[in-house]
């Protein structure tokens, strides 16, 4: 095995790896070298060489192209996994050397954007003016699974929608409380008390199907004696919810009570007086194990972690 290891790193070349890809990316070795400025004999010579090192033939040989096979595909996701470290490297030094920069990918469920993620990005933005914050908006579960594919940096969200929660760093930094809320043209709005049982006939904006959001309102429904959906409509997305809810008057979803405070000061949706007696599940900071982060993620890490602090102490002495 370390013969192995010390053959790959002594012998394995990047730019047989950017070939690969190409190759990848092509179907054509004639259009991988000349994307890489290579002769195509060059190109021929590198790919039999990379596939010597790596005991395989990478790409099956057809009279229209060269197609990854088994093991050309597993060679193409890891060669993306050192290009992308390589690049990686290049940026972090240069970061280094200037104390600016860098780009972070942060995944955030919707009740984590106003009381974790706004002030931490407020302050690292602060910080360092050139810095690139990527942010994505979903369920989880989704998430979860951009990390897995090195697609995100950092996730705030759940592990519990994950059968490998073990494979993660978890730090926990809230509870999520939750409201219903509706367009401000629904008669229900014009009511001073109202109950669960009330909204029988509502038709509702849910979340996808296992997110913990939609278990929570199916068994608020079932605690209020409503077995069923009215016409559900899925989404994962506070701009889509907030869109069909303003336009609607029949429409009502369960949200993030941090969300509906905001887009009811703004007059855009109405909180219902519908007080639930369960509250949606925990969520925290999430990173994979042993995985590397770049002195940008570290940064915004360090400034959740910091605003979390704030708000304990904050809470403590109120």
Not at 41 to 68: C, N, Q, V
Not at 110 to 118: A, D, E, I, N, T
Not at 294 to 301: D, E, G, H, P
Request: charged share 25%; aromatic share 4%; glycine share 8%.
């Amino acid at each position: 095995m370390i013969g192995n290891i010390n053959t790959l790193f002594g012998r394995l070349r990047l730019k047989q790896l950017n070939l690969i890809i190409a190759i990848g990316k092509h179907n054509s070795l004639r259009k991988a070298a000349a994307e890489l400025a290579m002769t195509q004999s060059a190109a021929s010579k590198a790919l039999r060489e990379a596939e010597l090192i790596l005991g395989d033939m990478l790409f099956e040989r057809r009279r229209d192209g060269l197609y990854a096979n088994q093991f050309g595909e597993c060679a193409i996701n890891y060669a993306h996994i050192i290009r992308k470290d390589v690049i990686a490297l290049s940026d972090e030094l240069r970061e280094i050397k200037t104390g600016q920069g860098g780009r972070i990918r942060v995944g955030v469920i919707m009740g984590g954007v106003p009381k974790v993620l706004k002030d931490a990005i407020n302050k690292v933005c602060g910080l360092n003016k050139d810095i690139v914050v990527e942010i994505h908006e979903s369920t989880s579960a989704t998430m979860l699974g951009m990390l897995n594919s090195d697609k995100l940096d950092i996730v705030i969200g759940r592990t519990s929608v994950s059968q490998h929660a073990d494979n993660y760093d978890y730090i926990h930094l809230a509870e999520e409380d939750v409201s219903i809320v509706s367009g401000n043209g629904n008669p229900l709005t014009r009511k001073k008390k109202l109950a669960l049982s009330d909204l029988k006939d509502a038709r509702w904006l849910a979340y996808p199907q296992r997110s913990p959001l939609n278990i929570l309102l199916k068994q608020e429904l079932e605690r209020a004696d409503i077995n069923s959906f009215t016409s559900p409509i899925e989404t994962a997305s506070t701009f889509v919810t907030i869109t069909l809810l303003s336009g609607s008057d029949d429409f009502v979803a369960l949200i993030p009570s941090d969300i509906a405070s905001f887009f009811a000061a703004h007059g855009v949706v109405t909180v219902l007086p519908i007080q639930l007696p369960s509250r949606s599940q925990p969520f925290g900071l999430i990173t994979r194990k042993q995985g590397n982060l770049s002195r940008a993620a570290k940064s915004l890490i360090d400034a959740i972690l910091a605003s979390r602090e704030m708000t304990r102490m904050q809470g403590g002495a109120s």
